[in-house]
């Protein structure tokens, strides 16, 4: 079982950028779909965006599309999120995850999750 370990979240202002990173330990990401999740008080945990093994491709969810970019250096056994113009409502925990699948959106298709970071975007 891969370990994830995410951080880089904060509380920022409106139109902001912010990276998140997620570095594993105990075993190579290099074969794994990466995702990223979030999840708002009271709320479901929802997709965020993913990366295939080889960063060939990427999908996000229609909230992040053109603000948010998933990237990953198995080198370094890292995936990162950057989130530019940050909103009030992109506020949550987020979380990365592992995936034996390419692509997957649905939170069950994963195995692994970091612990959470969370992102505070004041208005």
């Known amino acids: 079982q891969v370990e994830l370990v995410e951080s880089g979240g904060r509380l920022v202002q409106a139109g902001d950028s912010l990276r998140l990173s997620c570095v594993a330990s105990g075993r190579t990401i290099e074969h794994y779909g990466m995702g990223w999740f979030r999840q708002a008080p009271g709320q479901k945990r929802t997709f965020v965006g993913v990366?295939?093994?080889?960063?060939?491709?990427?999908y996000y969810a229609d909230s992040a599309q053109g603000r948010f970019t998933v990237s990953r250096d198995n080198a370094k056994n890292t995936v990162y999120l950057q989130m530019n113009n940050l909103k009030p409502e992109d506020t949550a925990s987020y979380y990365c995850?592992?995936?034996?699948?390419?692509?997957?959106?649905?939170?069950?298709?994963?195995?692994?999750w970091g612990q959470g970071t969370q992102v505070t975007v004041s208005s």
């Open positions: 995850a592992a995936s034996y699948y390419e692509g997957v959106t649905g939170p069950n298709e994963y195995h692994s």
């Open positions: 990366i295939t093994s080889s960063s060939s491709r990427t």
